[in-house]
């Protein structure tokens, strides 16, 4: 028990964890359709439901194919979610850095008796926590929006024979 302790406080711990997540969530956003399929052959019931948003999915792709400017503004809206996931990641990574930095400016400052360098260690892990759970989830969701957007870019590319960007 004392050793699961250790772990927790440890920031490398915490970073590793979110790392995995972040790969994990990769994976879950690419492998999440070849799973569905998998368990609709047992389920009769998920099999309506997955046909019910493949159906839904249709409608999307056929949508971004049929309308540039549609098509811009989901490109532009996936870009904003990975550049939310990118500034969450580093925040999540720079969290117990400043942490530290700060406690050594308060240290070295000559009013280091009014400097108030006792962060609660909860406070940071709950930061720490919060950053790489939010990153994790929004990293999700941008690899899922991916898919979704990219085919709805290689439709508009076949029906106008443009050719593929390298």
């Keep these: 028990m004392q050793s699961i302790i250790s772990n927790i406080k440890d920031p490398s711990w915490w970073f590793t964890v979110f790392l995995v997540g972040i790969i994990v969530s990769i994976f879950a956003g690419f492998l999440k359709d070849w799973i569905a399929s998998l368990i609709a052959r047992f ?55 400043l942490v530290e930095l700060k406690e050594i400016i308060c240290a070295a400052s000559p009013a280091a008796d009014r400097c108030t360098t006792a962060l609660h260690p909860l406070a940071t892990k709950a930061l720490i926590a919060a950053t790489g759970g939010l990153a994790i989830l929004t990293n999700y969701r941008a690899s899922s929006r991916f898919s979704l957007v990219m085919e709805g870019l290689r439709r508009y590319r076949k029906r106008r024979d443009l050719p593929r960007v390298v």
């Design 43 to 97: 389920s009769d019931s998920f099999r309506e439901r997955r046909k019910a948003k493949a159906a839904r999915r249709e409608v999307l792709f056929e949508a971004l194919a049929n309308n540039e400017i549609f098509l811009v503004l989901s490109m532009i809206r996936l870009m904003g979610l990975v550049t939310i996931s990118l500034l969450l990641l580093g925040i999540f990574a720079s969290v117990p850095a």
